[in-house]
């Protein structure tokens, strides 16, 4: 076999090695003659591209088919380096029938701006941060935006070619989707259990382009309990008889519980993940991997054992960090059921819950979360109802999706909630919520400095949330009263973790206000600060009305200037 492998280089090879920047991804075309019965299963037939870092490190790239028979079929690579300077490179084939390798090759690859991929943001001991991601570079990352779990061409805004621009244009650089890299209905259709649309596939490469051009972060949720139900749920008819996996579909799984139980079933699923990192892995706009959207409803509803769920996760998040050659974060997602045993595995690098109702919770929920699990806590759906957006008039809807954004802005979360609905917040122009908390966040991030929470009291009144970054700090205020605040004290305490020294003694302070539903930094007469002893600080607010916010960024008057309009 070896004498029937053949290569060829995109960019193409000359006298001397490739260049390509870093962060940028490197191309392979690779025309091969080897035999394979279905190109999509590893045990039949795997290509990989391995690769040796400057520093000596291997690092196997796999390869995804692209077209041809056994005779003759044409492979590609992506491979993004990481690290300035040579790479050694070589093809490797195996099949039942024997292996074969090409000679090594050289690829240099020259330094470039650029933040890399997303990570967790750990101290020494390897406890994750709360607050953050953190990028190759090192700069911090907090991510904001919304779920659009599908598109619908026809629909204002309804499809990625669409929606990416806007978010872009709100300053919003997170989505959460259904329809992302190693989505589930590439096995759609007559294709069958491991086989691929390449239809679909294409579709997938477009997100990620215009995600790279947007500078949009992508969590794609791989599957979904959707597809498995035996049974109509409030939404949704019976749609097992119609999954590739089923018996009556040509499948090999009697009953939804089979697809996480029968090793036929799960090699399947280990080739579609090989097949996704191989083709999108490359990109550092695919932020993470998340295994189930809301899996939980299985378990409930479908008759799928909590053992089976939980041990499959272990098994494929496993997978993925062994396929993966950039580290990516891998996680899934629950509705509304606390399983421990799950969120304990070692390869799940972050939790995840969903939330409909009131969001006055949230920071106790991720510090819960943070504290159980020691690591980062993602909010990936909220909203005001889950059963639609007709239960409740359109201003209650929005004012759920402000108050879970501003709440999310002060909560140990490295990504802010994402809103469901997204259709209908979208029609009904509340977009301006994600604008306003993008503004806040940028100022919160402007420094790269850490986050911490800060204790803050407002009495029964006022609703008050603090961080800081050991330098500055944020206040946020809402009236939760019926009526006016009038020299309402908010008490901002543990100053050792927002900004490491005492109170307005000690400097002195200027505060800055901002109004979370225009955006706007604007002079607010109604807030002084007062005395306070120790490390602490006190803002007397005086005139917000019921239920109206505001946003306060306090900082000291020498050494921390930073233009703000009207500030």
């Given at each position: 076999?070896?004498?029937?492998?053949?290569?060829?280089?995109?960019?193409?090879?000359?006298?001397?090695?490739?260049?390509?920047?870093?962060?940028?991804?490197?191309?392979?075309?690779?025309?091969?003659?080897?035999?394979?019965?279905?190109?999509?299963?590893?045990?039949?037939?795997?290509?990989?591209?391995?690769?040796?870092?400057?520093?000596?490190?291997?690092?196997?790239?796999?390869?995804?088919?692209?077209?041809?028979?056994?005779?003759?079929?044409?492979?590609?690579?992506?491979?993004?380096?990481?690290?300035?300077?040579?790479?050694?490179?070589?093809?490797?084939?195996?099949?039942?029938?024997?292996?074969?390798?090409?000679?090594?090759?050289?690829?240099?690859?020259?330094?470039?701006?650029?933040?890399?991929?997303?990570?967790?943001?750990?101290?020494?001991?390897?406890?994750?941060?709360?607050?953050?991601?953190?990028?190759?570079?090192?700069?911090?990352?907090?991510?904001?935006?919304?779920?659009?779990?599908?598109?619908?061409?026809?629909?204002?805004?309804?499809?990625?070619?669409?929606?990416?621009?806007?978010?872009?244009?709100?300053?919003?650089?997170?989505?959460?989707?259904?329809?992302?890299?190693?989505?589930?209905?590439?096995?759609?259709?007559?294709?069958?259990?491991?086989?691929?649309?390449?239809?679909?596939?294409?579709?997938?490469?477009?997100?990620?382009?215009?995600?790279?051009?947007?500078?949009?972060?992508?969590?794609?949720?791989?599957?979904?309990?959707?597809?498995?139900?035996?049974?109509?749920?409030?939404?949704?008819?019976?749609?097992?008889?119609?999954?590739?996996?089923?018996?009556?579909?040509?499948?090999?799984?009697?009953?939804?519980?089979?697809?996480?139980?029968?090793?036929?079933?799960?090699?399947?699923?280990?080739?579609?993940?090989?097949?996704?990192?191989?083709?999108?892995?490359?990109?550092?706009?695919?932020?993470?991997?998340?295994?189930?959207?809301?899996?939980?409803?299985?378990?409930?509803?479908?008759?799928?054992p909590k053992a089976s769920v939980i041990a499959w996760h272990g098994e494929m998040s496993a997978c993925l960090k062994g396929l993966d050659p950039y580290g990516r974060l891998v996680s899934?997602?629950?509705?509304?059921?606390?399983?421990?045993?799950?969120?304990?595995?070692?390869?799940?690098?972050?939790?995840?819950?969903?939330?409909?109702?009131?969001?006055?919770?949230?920071?106790?929920?991720?510090?819960?979360?943070?504290?159980?699990?020691?690591?980062?806590?993602?909010?990936?759906?909220?909203?005001?109802?889950?059963?639609?957006?007709?239960?409740?008039?359109?201003?209650?809807?929005?004012?759920?999706?402000?108050?879970?954004?501003?709440?999310?802005?002060?909560?140990?979360?490295?990504?802010?909630?994402?809103?469901?609905?997204?259709?209908?917040?979208?029609?009904?122009?509340?977009?301006?919520?994600?604008?306003?908390?993008?503004?806040?966040?940028?100022?919160?991030?402007?420094?790269?400095?850490?986050?911490?929470?800060?204790?803050?009291?407002?009495?029964?009144?006022?609703?008050?949330?603090?961080?800081?970054?050991?330098?500055?700090?944020?206040?946020?205020?809402?009236?939760?009263?019926?009526?006016?605040?009038?020299?309402?004290?908010?008490?901002?305490?543990?100053?050792?973790?927002?900004?490491?020294?005492?109170?307005?003694?000690?400097?002195?302070?200027?505060?800055?206000?901002?109004?979370?539903?225009?955006?706007?930094?604007?002079?607010?007469?109604?807030?002084?600060?007062?005395?306070?002893?120790?490390?602490?600080?006190a803002l007397r607010v005086d005139g917000l009305a019921p239920d109206q916010d505001r946003a306060f960024r306090i900082y000291r008057s020498i050494g921390i200037e930073r233009p703000m309009?009207?500030?």
């Amino acid at each position: 076999m070896a004498d029937a492998l053949r290569i060829d280089m995109v960019p193409a090879i000359g006298p001397g090695p490739a260049t390509v920047a870093r962060y940028r991804p490197f191309r392979l075309s690779i025309t091969l003659s080897a035999p394979f019965r279905n190109p999509h299963d590893q045990a039949d037939i795997r290509v990989d591209a391995v690769f040796e870092s400057p520093t000596g490190a291997r690092l196997i790239q796999p390869c995804f088919f692209r077209t041809g028979d056994p005779g003759s079929s044409r492979w590609e690579a992506r491979f993004t380096p990481r690290m300035a300077g040579e790479h050694g490179f070589h093809v490797a084939v195996h099949t039942p029938a024997g292996s074969a390798r090409t000679a090594q090759s050289r690829m240099i690859c020259v330094d470039a701006e650029g933040d890399g991929f997303l990570g967790k943001d750990a101290d020494a001991s390897g406890r994750s941060h709360g607050w953050h991601f953190r990028f190759d570079s090192g700069r911090l990352f907090r991510g904001l935006g919304e779920n659009f779990g599908w598109e619908t061409p026809g629909e204002p805004g309804g499809t990625f070619a669409e929606r990416l621009p806007y978010l872009k244009s709100l300053g919003c650089d997170f989505l959460r989707t259904w329809e992302g890299p190693g989505r589930a209905d590439l096995e759609r259709g007559p294709m069958g259990p491991g086989r691929y649309d390449e239809a679909v596939a294409a579709k997938v490469d477009a997100l990620l382009e215009a995600a790279d051009r947007e500078g949009i972060f992508i969590l794609s949720a791989l599957d979904t309990h959707n597809r498995f139900l035996t049974k109509a749920d409030y939404f949704n008819p019976p749609a097992w008889q119609d999954n590739p996996y089923c018996l009556a579909k040509g499948g090999m799984c009697a009953r939804p519980a089979d697809y996480f139980i029968l090793p036929e079933a799960r090699a399947c699923l280990k080739n579609r993940l090989r097949y996704s990192v191989a083709r999108w892995g490359y990109s550092p706009n695919l932020a993470a991997w998340e295994l189930w959207n809301e899996v939980d409803h299985l378990v409930e509803s479908a008759g799928v054992p909590k053992a089976s769920v939980i041990a499959w996760h272990g098994e494929m998040s496993a997978c993925l960090k062994g396929l993966d050659p950039y580290g990516r974060l891998v996680s899934t997602s629950l509705s509304h059921h606390e399983y421990p045993e799950l969120w304990s595995l070692r390869d799940l690098d972050f939790t995840q819950r969903h939330h409909y109702g009131g969001t006055e919770g949230f920071r106790d929920l991720a510090d819960t979360y943070h504290r159980s699990y020691a690591k980062p806590f993602v909010l990936g759906e909220y909203s005001l109802r889950w059963q639609g957006t007709d239960k409740e008039p359109v201003a209650a809807y929005e004012r759920e999706l402000h108050l879970g954004l501003w709440r999310g802005l002060f909560s140990a979360m490295p990504v802010l909630p994402m809103s469901w609905w997204w259709e209908f917040h979208f029609r009904h122009g509340h977009g301006t919520h994600l604008a306003a908390a993008a503004r806040f966040l940028a100022i919160m991030m402007a420094d790269g400095l850490p986050l911490a929470a800060a204790a803050a009291d407002g009495g029964k009144d006022a609703e008050a949330l603090a961080a800081g970054n050991g330098r500055e700090v944020f206040l946020w205020v809402r009236n939760r009263g019926r009526r006016i605040l009038q020299g309402q004290s908010i008490r901002i305490a543990d100053l050792d973790a927002g900004t490491g020294s005492g109170g307005p003694g000690a400097g002195g302070w200027t505060v800055a206000s901002f109004e979370p539903r225009s955006g706007e930094w604007e002079r607010f007469a109604g807030a002084a600060l007062i005395d306070s002893p120790g490390p602490s600080l006190a803002l007397r607010v005086d005139g917000l009305a019921p239920d109206q916010d505001r946003a306060f960024r306090i900082y000291r008057s020498i050494g921390i200037e930073r233009p703000m309009a009207s500030a």
